[in-house]
């Protein structure tokens, strides 16, 4: 097998698994664990992958991105330590919005369902996970549904969002970077996450640790623009502290 053959079976198993491991991608290839580390390198160089001690991870690009059922298989347990967390931190806020994505959508069925709450959301899975809940208002935004995340896009989206000023959104991403700041394969993805910031008096980023250093098309936000970050244990206290310097309060659950 060519070396950019190899590499070629090498991102396509990232891609198809959520996560390779050196050992068994050399096993699998029939070739030395360094031959794989260094196409790691190569591939990560590039901007596909992501390496972690031991494997790697695929970076979501313009042109690959996980749907969200897959995204309901990978880290849940992490996942779902980081939506009880970031509930937590809703404090006295009145009106919410709920960005795309799993860990959003475990969160949202988190809320304290004991006083009036209102949920802005694009997400149609999450809408219809809590529309039935008691005291809470469900208010869906308009727009070109996309089938990959269920959720919605476009300029109908951003028009409902300008209307209006929300107390906290918790927002996701498909990578994070201190020099890159938050970015999303999409650009009518990202034009929904930079107004769902600009209307929102406090913002909250969650996400587990294999977005972290991570970076993909289209930028929407900097890390300092947010005053929390909820991550799991995955991502190093050295590597959180960094983070910290930027101005958000990191916390690894």
Not at 157 to 175: E, K, R, Y
Not at 176 to 200: C, F, H, N, Y
Request: hydrophobic fraction near 40%; charged fraction near 25%; include cysteine.
């Amino acid at each position: 097998m060519r070396g950019e053959e190899r590499k070629h079976r090498i991102l396509t198993l990232a891609r198809q698994q959520g996560r390779i491991e050196v050992t068994r991608v050399a096993d699998e290839l029939g070739v030395a664990q360094e031959t794989v580390r260094r196409d790691l390198r190569v591939l990560e160089d590039r901007g596909l992958l992501h390496r972690t001690h031991g494997g790697a991870y695929p970076v979501e690009s313009a042109g690959f991105e996980t749907d969200l059922a897959r995204r309901t298989t990978l880290n849940v347990d992490q996942k779902r330590r980081i939506a009880a967390t970031a509930a937590g931190l809703l404090g006295e806020a009145e009106t919410v919005f709920i960005d795309e994505g799993y860990t959003p959508q475990l969160l949202a069925s988190l809320l304290p369902t004991d006083r009036p709450l209102t949920v802005v959301t694009a997400s149609l899975t999450t809408a219809a996970a809590v529309a039935e809940c008691n005291n809470l208002t469900v208010l869906l935004l308009g727009g070109r549904v996309r089938s990959r995340t269920l959720a919605t896009v476009g300029s109908w989206t951003c028009t409902m969002l300008s209307g209006f000023v929300i107390d906290l959104a918790f927002i996701g991403a498909n990578g994070i970077s201190r020099e890159m700041g938050l970015t999303t394969p999409d650009p009518v993805v990202a034009d929904v996450k930079t107004k769902a910031l600009q209307v929102s008096r406090r913002r909250v980023f969650m996400g587990v640790h294999t977005k972290f250093g991570a970076s993909s098309f289209c930028r929407f936000a900097e890390v300092g623009d947010f005053e929390a970050i909820v991550t799991d244990t995955g991502l190093p206290a050295v590597e959180a502290q960094r983070y910290a310097l930027l101005g958000p309060k990191v916390i690894r659950v």
